[in-house]
Nanobody, 114 residues
Framework: QVPLVESVGGVVQAWGSLRLSCAAS????????IGWYRQAPGKQRELVAL???????NYADSVKGRFTISRDNAKNTVYLQISSLNAEDTAVYYC????????WGQGTQVTVSS
């Protein structure tokens, strides 16, 4: 059983919005820090947003003001709300749970079209 499953991303128009979700199973979700990472073609995977088990959030400078991470422990789900999408947001997005064992989702492709 895969502990983390991301929702389908898809193709989104530039300046549009998208909400990704990551559903956890088989782990004590509320005790885990959850991060959203992305990997664009030819680039390294980067952390874009993090929410701690206590609900504290942090964002990469490149996405501040456009990305919002949140969690619903009752649903074992973390969300990433993305607004004002641009071409640089095109990437495979992964969720990650850590405490301290690290779990990764399978990734979901987000493509921004102009």
């Amino acid at each position: 059983q895969v502990p983390l499953v991301e929702s389908v991303g898809g193709v989104v128009q530039a300046w549009g919005s998208l909400r990704l979700s990551c559903a956890a199973s088989g782990i004590m979700f509320s005790a885990h820090d959850i991060g959203w990472y992305r990997q664009a073609p030819g680039k390294q995977r980067e952390l874009v947003a993090l929410i701690s088990s206590g609900g504290r959030t942090n964002y990469a400078d490149s996405v501040k003001g456009r990305f919002t991470i949140s969690r619903d422990n009752a649903k074992n789900t973390v969300y990433l709300q993305i607004s004002s999408l641009n071409a640089e947001d095109t990437a495979v997005y992964y969720c990650n749970a850590r405490n301290p064992v690290v779990y990764w989702g399978q990734g979901t492709q987000v493509t921004v079209s102009s």
